[in-house]
């Protein structure tokens, strides 16, 4: 293929979309690429189980970004969302950073365009600005402190009480740090579209058939739902929470695909997923991070591309953020 054909492909499909014969046997090409390219593959929690298994690291957002940051290996692959892996280029500008499709988006990065934002934030003179990590890195670049959903009420509580905050893009992360600090930072109206498609009428109808079951959440959820939760947390924090529990059931409202680790951590532990408001829908898989597959992490190892790009001066504004989230999680 030649490049200006691909360079067309990659802006209509997001990937390179090239017939890979039977023959080849996906997980083998795609280690044999990793050591010959002195590459480590990086892989979130909410892409399917095969994405996870052939990772080096899988974790969440916070996890993958301190991997990101010490990573020594020359390729970093990316298996998530293209926020994520902005993020790992940010902190390794020198590096080349690929993740197997460019459209591989988040609808709470989307719901923040920085123009938009920084019109917002031109409101607020002397508010300082937390960021979820969900969110562009245009978007970065005005803000003062990245947090995940990990380490949020940590960095919201670095700031003294009387700073007052902006706190973008996520209104159910931002409502729920509200109530835990007492605080009131000024909101951005975004939200996750998994997260906020839980129903709180039928998690109550799941709760009363399976009375021996805890309920555990995001915080990304609404808050009807967080409110009948056992347990809010992160997903690192879902699955620690699940391996320490006495409990043998929970129903879980995140993302489908955390449910791998956590049968792969308690394989005797019965674990249901929180039903969305349509049960047809599918709307517990995040459908952009269902965008990756072993057949186009296997191409785009091959290629290299696509490649996440960004220029020098995005990269030094949005760096500080980060790196200041970084020393403050340690
Ligand atoms: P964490 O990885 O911080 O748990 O966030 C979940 C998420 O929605 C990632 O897209
Ligand atoms: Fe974005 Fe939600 Fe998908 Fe995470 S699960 S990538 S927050 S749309």
């Given at each position: 293929m030649k490049p200006q054909d691909i360079r067309l492909m990659l802006d209509e499909k997001g990937f390179i979309d090239e017939p890979v014969s039977s023959d080849i046997k996906l997980v083998e090409e795609i280690n044999r690429l990793k050591k010959e390219k002195n590459a480590v593959i990086l892989s979130h929690y909410y892409v399917e189980s095969d994405l996870q298994d052939i990772a080096d690291y899988v974790g969440d957002s916070?996890?993958?970004?301190?991997?990101?940051?010490?990573?020594?290996?020359?390729l970093i692959v990316f298996v998530g969302v293209h926020f994520m892996a902005e993020t790992a280029k940010i902190i390794n500008p020198s590096k080349?950073?690929?993740?197997?499709?460019?459209k591989a988006g988040c609808s709470l990065a989307d719901s923040a365009p920085a123009d938009k934002f920084a019109e917002f934030k031109a409101q607020y003179p002397d508010h300082k600005v937390i960021s979820y990590i969900n969110c562009t890195a245009e978007?970065?670049?005005?803000?003062?402190?990245?947090?995940?959903?990990?380490?949020?009420?940590?960095?919201?509580n670095s700031f003294p009480p009387e700073q007052k905050l902006i706190f973008a893009p996520d209104k159910n992360l931002g409502n729920y740090l509200n109530g835990l600090t007492g605080r009131e930072m000024v909101l951005w109206d975004g939200a996750c579209m998994v997260h906020e498609k839980y129903s709180v009428e039928k998690i109550i109808q799941l709760m009363d058939q399976h009375p021996d079951a805890e309920f555990i959440a995001h915080p990304e959820c609404e808050k009807p739902v967080l409110l009948v939760a056992g347990y809010i947390g992160s997903t690192t924090a879902l699955l620690n929470y699940v391996s320490k529990s006495d409990s043998k059931k929970f129903i879980v409202a995140t993302e489908s695909g955390i449910l791998h680790q956590m049968k792969k951590a308690c394989p005797d532990k019965i674990?249901?997923?929180?039903?969305?408001i349509d049960s047809t829908c599918g709307c517990n898989d995040c459908s952009y991070m269902k965008l990756?597959?072993?057949?186009?992490?296997?191409?785009?190892?091959?290629?290299?591309?696509?490649?996440?790009?960004?220029?020098?001066?995005?990269?030094?504004?949005?760096?500080?953020?980060?790196?200041?989230?970084?020393e403050i999680s340690k």
């Amino acid at each position: 293929m030649k490049p200006q054909d691909i360079r067309l492909m990659l802006d209509e499909k997001g990937f390179i979309d090239e017939p890979v014969s039977s023959d080849i046997k996906l997980v083998e090409e795609i280690n044999r690429l990793k050591k010959e390219k002195n590459a480590v593959i990086l892989s979130h929690y909410y892409v399917e189980s095969d994405l996870q298994d052939i990772a080096d690291y899988v974790g969440d957002s916070l996890g993958l970004a301190q991997e990101a940051a010490k990573t020594t290996a020359d390729l970093i692959v990316f298996v998530g969302v293209h926020f994520m892996a902005e993020t790992a280029k940010i902190i390794n500008p020198s590096k080349k950073v690929i993740l197997p499709d460019l459209k591989a988006g988040c609808s709470l990065a989307d719901s923040a365009p920085a123009d938009k934002f920084a019109e917002f934030k031109a409101q607020y003179p002397d508010h300082k600005v937390i960021s979820y990590i969900n969110c562009t890195a245009e978007l970065k670049t005005l803000t003062d402190v990245v947090c995940t959903s990990a380490n949020a009420l940590k960095i919201v509580n670095s700031f003294p009480p009387e700073q007052k905050l902006i706190f973008a893009p996520d209104k159910n992360l931002g409502n729920y740090l509200n109530g835990l600090t007492g605080r009131e930072m000024v909101l951005w109206d975004g939200a996750c579209m998994v997260h906020e498609k839980y129903s709180v009428e039928k998690i109550i109808q799941l709760m009363d058939q399976h009375p021996d079951a805890e309920f555990i959440a995001h915080p990304e959820c609404e808050k009807p739902v967080l409110l009948v939760a056992g347990y809010i947390g992160s997903t690192t924090a879902l699955l620690n929470y699940v391996s320490k529990s006495d409990s043998k059931k929970f129903i879980v409202a995140t993302e489908s695909g955390i449910l791998h680790q956590m049968k792969k951590a308690c394989p005797d532990k019965i674990f249901i997923p929180a039903p969305s408001i349509d049960s047809t829908c599918g709307c517990n898989d995040c459908s952009y991070m269902k965008l990756n597959s072993l057949q186009k992490l296997y191409i785009c190892m091959k290629h290299e591309l696509p490649e996440v790009t960004l220029s020098a001066e995005v990269i030094k504004k949005a760096q500080l953020p980060i790196l200041r989230m970084l020393e403050i999680s340690k």
